[in-house]
């Protein structure tokens, strides 16, 4: 008897609820495509509470999956390992498939890189908006380029707790405060509230004032709210993270290492970029 043909672990997807707005799919379509990787990558709606199922539908055809909101937190339990910025945050957006799932976090240097291609690269005091996954991985970015203090806004501080925790494990001090409190200056803030968000103008104009650049980790749609009223402050939209957070992905998609840099890797930017 003939041995059975090896099944090629040729398919990927994002996960996350909602979904339709992302544009993970054309970006990895465009790297795929430089690469010669003959590869699918699809976009699929999963609540977090319909995800263990999803997961159990998957054969040994699928490679990995990117995750995004509400599905870090759930895709985290599901990884069998970690590297070291998903056990910072507690949170996977990238998951490499096979009997032992490996867990990563690219948003942190999706973060670092983005900031540094809007010509910041480093600061001392930062503000986080909200107090999610993405807040966590804002907070470990913000200490790889030097933070070492930050202050959390967040609609519900007490949400915030296990920011002032990370905090601790990082030697970055944290605040905690509603976002109508008065906030001290800081050189950078960075929003991680979702896409549509909207705060009251007032408090919108008092943390323009006091805040520095902004990074807005929402890009769809552009500008939002708070860009639009950040005044003449540089503002950094959340394209650049979704960019250097896939090439991250595509990286460990290919070598199971997010360091491991691509072949052509200047030319599957470029592809990139222009898919966005």
């Known amino acids: 008897m003939a041995a059975a043909e090896p099944v090629t672990r040729s398919r990927l997807a994002?996960?996350?609820d909602p979904i339709a707005h992302s544009r993970s799919p054309q970006l990895h379509a465009a790297a795929y495509a430089v690469?010669?990787?003959?590869?699918?990558?699809?976009?699929?709606?999963?609540?977090?509470d319909g995800f263990s199922a999803a997961m159990g539908e998957l054969d040994a055809s699928w490679r990995g999956l990117s995750l995004t909101m509400p599905l870090k937190e759930p895709a985290y339990r599901a990884a069998s390992t970690h590297d070291r910025h998903a056990e910072?945050?507690?949170a996977v957006n990238t998951l490499l498939l096979g009997p032992r799932p490996?867990?990563?976090?690219t948003d942190v240097g999706g973060i670092v890189d983005a900031l540094s291609e809007g010509g910041i690269e480093t600061v001392e005091r930062v503000r986080i908006l909200g107090a999610g996954a993405t807040a966590a991985s804002a907070?470990?970015?913000a200490a790889e380029i030097g933070a070492d203090r930050a202050m959390v806004a967040a609609r519900r501080p007490e949400r915030a707790a296990v920011l002032v925790g990370l905090g601790d494990r990082l030697g970055v001090g944290v605040d905690v405060a509603p976002f109508d409190a008065p906030h001290p200056?800081?050189?950078l803030t960075i929003a991680t509230l979702p896409s549509g968000s909207a705060l009251p103008p007032a408090t919108a104009a008092q943390l323009a004032a006091t805040g520095g650049a902004l990074f807005d980790a929402a890009y769809a749609p552009w500008p939002s709210a708070l860009a639009a009223s950040w005044g003449d402050?540089?503002?950094?939209?959340?394209l650049g993270m979704l960019l250097h957070q896939a090439v991250r992905q595509i990286r460990i998609f290919a070598h199971g290492d997010p360091g491991a840099a691509l072949p052509q890797e200047e030319r599957v930017l470029s592809a990139m970029r222009d898919a966005l």
Not at 102 to 105: E, H, I, K, L, V
């Open 14 to 16: 994002v996960w996350g």
């Open 35 to 48: 690469l010669g990787l003959d590869w699918t990558y699809e976009r699929r709606q999963v609540p977090a």
């Open 88 to 90: 910072l945050t507690g």
């Open 102 to 105: 490996a867990g990563f976090n």
């Open 139 to 141: 907070l470990v970015a």
């Open 185 to 187: 200056p800081v050189d």
């Open 233 to 238: 402050a540089p503002v950094i939209s959340g």
